[in-house]
């Protein structure tokens, strides 16, 4: 699979017992690892034997360190230098369970970068079956930044999915990609036009609403969507409709989930699985996920233990 995903992220994975805005506090425990959403789906890919290519912007001399590391792991990339630095994340695990995340934007680009960063995206389209275009695009992107990469595939006779959320998710689907996987907040958010609408997940009629929102991405011009929440994925493909239950595991961090799910889940599309049993290996790799705490980071064992726990169901 060839994977855009322009905004590196250079994760801080924090250990405290308790968050408490307005104190000086000492973590116990530090990770400093390469993130971001596509680095996330590149380390599935290449745990589970589908071959990746991760295409990403690297700002500066933070960013040729994130590349290094990457490197270090033995993942592949294509590259395009920019400037500023690269942007990093705080993912902070409290002994309680609760999980706060603080995102930077990343450096604005100028639009030199992102036509250079398109045309590395055009250059390395032979030989794949899908492009996946997924998280945040550095400020200063076209607003159609991944639709018009979506156009740019099918024009190769590339598949397309957009894992996104807010405007780039809107454009995208202007452009009709074959496959979105939005998570529940994020779909819901681009329907009632404010992309900071919660989820909710423990709502009784968690499994209805994320049912009527597939249904409400493919209207927008999705050829299917895979709406994932904590329970399971609702899946609307203008002809079916179902349910994937998750299997019940301990998180430990739940950063990455989504990630991994579009990893198992391209990944098998592109050796020629069934679509159904593709989703099916997405979930496993989702939930095996949240048991690691370093995003993406899956054993290929667990996750084939727990796709045999899977329940579909049509709708």
């Given at each position: 699979?060839?994977?855009?995903?322009?905004?590196?992220?250079?994760?801080?994975?924090?250990?405290?017992?308790?968050?408490?805005?307005?104190?000086?506090?000492?973590?116990?425990?530090?990770?400093?690892?390469?993130?971001?959403?596509?680095?996330?789906?590149?380390?599935?890919?290449?745990?589970?034997?589908?071959?990746?290519?991760?295409?990403?912007?690297?700002?500066?001399?933070?960013?040729?360190?994130?590349?290094?590391?990457?490197?270090?792991?033995?993942?592949?990339?294509?590259?395009?230098?920019?400037?500023?630095?690269?942007?990093?994340?705080?993912?902070?695990?409290?002994?309680?369970?609760?999980?706060?995340?603080?995102?930077?934007?990343?450096?604005?680009?100028?639009?030199?970068?992102?036509?250079?960063?398109?045309?590395?995206?055009?250059?390395?389209?032979?030989?794949?079956?899908?492009?996946?275009?997924?998280?945040?695009?550095?400020?200063?992107?076209?607003?159609?930044?991944?639709?018009?990469?979506?156009?740019?595939?099918?024009?190769?006779?590339?598949?397309?999915?957009?894992?996104?959320?807010?405007?780039?998710?809107?454009?995208?689907?202007?452009?009709?990609?074959?496959?979105?996987?939005?998570?529940?907040?994020?779909?819901?958010?681009?329907?009632?036009?404010?992309?900071?609408?919660?989820?909710?997940?423990?709502?009784?009629?968690?499994?209805?609403?994320?049912?009527?929102?597939?249904?409400?991405?493919?209207?927008?011009?999705?050829?299917?969507?895979?709406?994932?929440?904590?329970?399971?994925?609702?899946?609307?493909?203008?002809?079916e409709r179902w349910w994937i239950d998750a299997p019940s595991v301990t998180v430990r961090n739940p950063i990455g989930a989504g990630d991994s799910l579009v990893g198992g889940l391209v990944g098998s599309l592109e050796r020629g699985d069934d679509f159904r049993d593709a989703l099916g290996l997405g979930v496993a790799a989702a939930s095996a996920s949240?048991?690691?705490?370093?995003?993406?980071?899956?054993?290929?064992?667990?996750?084939?233990?727990?796709?045999?726990?899977?329940?579909?169901?049509?709708?």
């Amino acid at each position: 699979m060839l994977i855009a995903g322009p905004n590196l992220t250079l994760d801080r994975i924090l250990r405290i017992d308790e968050l408490r805005p307005g104190e000086v506090l000492r973590f116990t425990d530090a990770i400093i690892a390469p993130g971001g959403k596509g680095v996330n789906v590149a380390r599935v890919g290449r745990t589970l034997g589908f071959p990746a290519v991760l295409v990403a912007l690297a700002p500066g001399r933070t960013g040729r360190a994130v590349v290094e590391l990457l490197q270090d792991e033995g993942l592949e990339l294509d590259v395009v230098a920019s400037g500023g630095e690269a942007r990093a994340a705080s993912i902070v695990l409290e002994r309680s369970g609760r999980v706060t995340v603080l995102n930077e934007p990343g450096p604005a680009i100028g639009s030199e970068d992102w036509s250079a960063f398109e045309a590395t995206v055009a250059e390395r389209l032979a030989g794949h079956r899908f492009l996946v275009c997924i998280g945040s695009t550095p400020p200063g992107s076209p607003p159609d930044a991944y639709g018009r990469l979506v156009r740019l595939a099918r024009e190769r006779g590339v598949s397309s999915l957009v894992d996104a959320s807010g405007e780039s998710l809107a454009y995208a689907l202007e452009a009709g990609p074959d496959l979105v996987t939005p998570n529940l907040a994020e779909a819901e958010g681009i329907l009632a036009g404010d992309v900071s609408q919660p989820a909710a997940e423990r709502s009784p009629d968690v499994k209805d609403r994320a049912l009527e929102a597939a249904a409400a991405m493919v209207a927008r011009g999705a050829g299917t969507a895979a709406v994932t929440v904590g329970a399971g994925v609702a899946v609307d493909g203008r002809s079916e409709r179902w349910w994937i239950d998750a299997p019940s595991v301990t998180v430990r961090n739940p950063i990455g989930a989504g990630d991994s799910l579009v990893g198992g889940l391209v990944g098998s599309l592109e050796r020629g699985d069934d679509f159904r049993d593709a989703l099916g290996l997405g979930v496993a790799a989702a939930s095996a996920s949240v048991e690691s705490e370093l995003p993406g980071l899956i054993d290929s064992e667990r996750v084939l233990h727990l796709s045999r726990r899977l329940s579909f169901r049509d709708e």
